[in-house]
């Protein structure tokens, strides 16, 4: 059984939603400390043909506080109305706009489980069957830190491999992991150019771009766009 693990991120890159379409089981991570600068809760978007980043607004964010303990401020007022100034003329628009709108209502003003919904809408609007689970739903040992911890949720879920993100090849070794018993590899996306109206090609953003201007068909074939090293 294939097992991811990752954080929680505010309509993550494409990257992200290819690990998590490609394992069976994916841990989202509430209940680690909050990172300040990250993609938690801020993301990159296409507005008037330039790369800008927005902001989700919270209640007294710290990196001493938990992801899961962490309650949403935003209203998501005027993040909604730059999306829509953004995109209105993208050829997906109305269809994501709608998933976006669902979205940003829930009622549930926590941020992990904000974000934990918004992963679940976003996998029922493009098919992808992976199991989703949030870590602060079941018991770990909590003791543990960095690979001991990875390890351990692996074994308790019954993986027998781990993907991790690119990134992850300067804090695990696979032959640590591998004497445990778990095959350790890394996802290396692969960021395909795609057409924004007439405005020149702005990789790396949101998976909120990627559905306004390509189809589900089309975001298919890009999740299965990448390598395993």
């Known amino acids: 059984m294939r097992l991811g693990i990752m954080q929680p991120y505010f309509f993550p890159y494409l990257g992200y939603w290819q690990l998590l379409a490609n394992v069976d089981k994916y ?3 509430d209940d680690v400390t909050y990172i300040k600068g990250g993609w938690i809760n801020r993301n990159n978007f296409l507005i008037n043909g330039q790369k800008n980043l927005l902001t989700m607004q919270l209640e007294k964010a710290s990196s001493y506080t938990l992801i899961k303990d962490i309650t949403i401020k935003d209203d998501f007022v005027k993040f909604l109305k730059t999306i829509e100034m953004g995109y209105k003329k993208a ?3 109305e269809d994501s706009f709608r998933l976006l709108k669902d979205i940003c209502q829930c009622p549930d003003k926590k941020l992990g489980q904000f974000l934990f919904n918004s992963h679940i809408k976003i996998c029922e609007y493009l098919g992808i069957d ?3 689970i949030l870590s602060s739903s079941f018991e770990k040992h909590t003791e543990l830190k960095g690979k001991d911890k ?11 491999e781990y993907i991790n993100a690119i990134g992850g090849q300067e804090l695990y070794d696979k032959k640590e992991f591998a004497e445990n018993g778990i095959r350790l590899n ?3 996306a692969n960021l395909r ?5 007439k405005n020149e090609f702005v990789s790396g953003l949101s998976i ?7 189809s589900k068909e089309e975001i298919k074939e890009m999740l299965n766009d990448f390598k395993l090293v």
């Open 27 to 29: 841990v989202v991570y």
């Open 193 to 197: 150019e795609y057409r924004q109206l």
């Open 150 to 160: 990875v390890i351990s949720i692996c074994k308790q879920l019954g993986a027998d």
């Open 130 to 132: 992976t199991e989703l």
């Open 91 to 93: 050829p997906f628009f």
């Open 208 to 214: 909120i771009d990627i559905m306004m201007f390509n």
């Open 186 to 188: 890394f996802l290396q």
